[in-house]
């Protein structure tokens, strides 16, 4: 059972235009961070939430915790080539254990 | 490069036979958990080793069993394997309380 759905699954755009993928559940997460994968490679960390309501920034990249921890969005302003790849939600559940999304699979056209 | 590094990065088996993947940690990482990610979805938690002690366990069945090691390198053993146990097995240490990961490559498993 999959806790975390992520959506779009897919999305192909071009460069240069903004997009929003949101990452939704029905339970309440202590933390929750955005990773993005390329292939061949494992997934790296860009961010972690852990506050209600809380939004971080990172260069073109903004994240936002839903007020009652539970969703999360990542908008990415003006978006390049560099940023395709495969975009995961993850949740924590208590200390070790982190709850993958299904995932959201960006392709940037140039 | 994130210092975590697993071998080997493919591996082809048939059905029913055993394989042992590894992970070393980064240096200086005690907690290492290993996830399994089928084609097209997240990864999925199996378990978590710190300090060589089993600290958490996903939904997997025992046939899947880990190992860590006095230097926190650690291994993923699979009995019996299944079809459906094609995927992409990724490793992932932190110091413990910490809550960053640091990923590896990953192993490539194929189940003939």
């Known amino acids: 059972t999959q806790l975390l759905e992520q959506s779009p699954q897919f999305l192909s755009i071009q460069e240069g235009e903004n997009l929003t993928v949101y990452c939704n559940s029905s339970s309440v997460f202590s933390s929750l961070q955005w990773y993005r994968q390329e292939p061949g490679e494992g997934p790296v960390l860009l961010v972690t939430v852990v506050t209600g309501g809380e939004v971080k920034k990172l260069k073109r990249l903004t994240f936002q915790f839903g007020d009652a921890r539970k969703d999360s969005s990542l908008h990415i302003t003006a978006a390049q080539p560099g940023d395709t790849g495969l975009y995961l939600c993850?949740?924590?559940?208590?200390?070790?254990?982190?709850?993958f999304g299904t995932g959201t699979r960006l392709k940037v056209l140039a | 490069e994130t210092g975590v590094t697993q071998s080997p990065t493919h591996l082809i088996k048939t059905r029913g036979q055993q394989v042992t993947l590894r992970c070393s940690s980064q240096s200086g990482h005690n907690t290492v958990s290993w996830y399994q990610q089928a084609l097209g979805q997240g990864p999925q938690f199996i378990f978590q080793?710190?300090?060589?002690?089993?600290?958490g366990r996903g939904n997997f069945p025992p046939r899947f069993s880990g190992l860590q090691f006095p230097n926190y390198s650690s291994e993923l053993n699979v009995n019996a394997l299944e079809l459906d146990d094609s995927a992409l097995y990724l490793c992932a240490s932190s110091l413990g309380g910490e809550n960053i990961q640091y990923f590896g490559a990953g192993t490539r498993l194929s189940v003939l």
């Open positions: 080793y710190y300090r060589e002690e089993e600290n």
């Open positions: 993850a949740g924590a559940r208590g200390t070790y254990k982190y709850i």
